[in-house]
């Protein structure tokens, strides 16, 4: 069955520390990838998604990703963390025709 | 308004009850989906619908049923509710497999 995993389940974080969430996906051909951030108390923001071309990844608020496509990979990464970032992080896949399915989360905790 | 509007907001049911969570949107896009959140499991997908005359299962579609009113109506019921089902559901819309749009969810209790 396709699934999406996220390897960590909770990251503790001092403001200004690197910031890196793994996601790996079991599906093969072509996919569609998605990460999305839902803060305390909120519904689920898209930070950024890749469809095609370069396979890295803007989004807002500084976060980039990453795709590759060999390790089935999609890491999502910040370079300097803020405590408005603590929410939870999910990513997502889905292929054309497919509802897109999510991982677990990572719930993401910045100190400052 | 809100693009995509679910109804209640939050919901207090009794075990055996027959429940009806309501979903519509306003972006007139074809594609909808029920989603229930549960701490440290994520989003999983209880039904989708791609158009009108389309109902799929999702990963988790026991206990559950969905009516596809309209383009813009998709309602999700729980025949007879027990408590696991206990979750934060969340409704969404997608134009083909990219933009997708989600309510702000409904909190179901079981009691």
């Known amino acids: 069955a396709q699934s999406v995993s996220q390897h960590n389940h909770h990251v503790i974080l001092s403001e200004a520390a690197s910031l890196e969430l793994g996601c790996n996906y079991s599906?093969?051909?072509?996919?569609?990838l998605f990460w999305y951030v839902q803060y305390p108390g909120q519904h689920l923001q898209l930070l950024l998604k890749?469809?095609?071309?370069?396979?890295l990844v803007k989004g807002i608020k500084g976060f980039e990703a990453e795709f590759i496509k060999s390790k089935f990979s999609f890491n999502l990464r910040k370079p300097s963390v803020q405590w408005s970032d603590t929410a939870e992080y999910f990513c997502a896949v889905n292929q054309a025709g497919t509802a897109l399915i999510f991982g677990k989360g990572t719930t993401l905790s910045v100190s400052s | 308004d809100a693009d995509v509007t679910q109804t209640p907001r939050n919901r207090i049911t009794k075990t055996g009850k027959r429940i009806m969570l309501e979903c519509s949107q306003t972006?007139?896009?074809?594609?909808m989906y029920w989603y229930r959140q549960d701490p440290g499991l994520g989003l999983r997908l209880i039904y989708y619908?791609?158009?009108?005359?389309?109902?799929n299962k999702g990963e988790i579609s026991d206990g559950y049923s969905v009516s596809r009113q309209a383009q813009a109506k998709f309602s999700l019921s729980l025949e007879s509710a027990i408590p696991n089902q206990t979750a934060l559901y969340f409704c969404?819309?997608?134009?083909?497999?990219?933009?997708?749009?989600f309510g702000s969810g409904t909190r179901l209790t079981v009691v």
């Open positions: 890749y469809f095609s071309g370069d396979p």
């Open positions: 972006k007139g896009h074809d594609r």
């Open positions: 619908s791609f158009d009108v005359k389309d109902i």
């Open positions: 599906y093969g051909g072509t996919v569609n």
């Open positions: 969404a819309t997608s134009e083909g497999a990219y933009g997708y749009t």
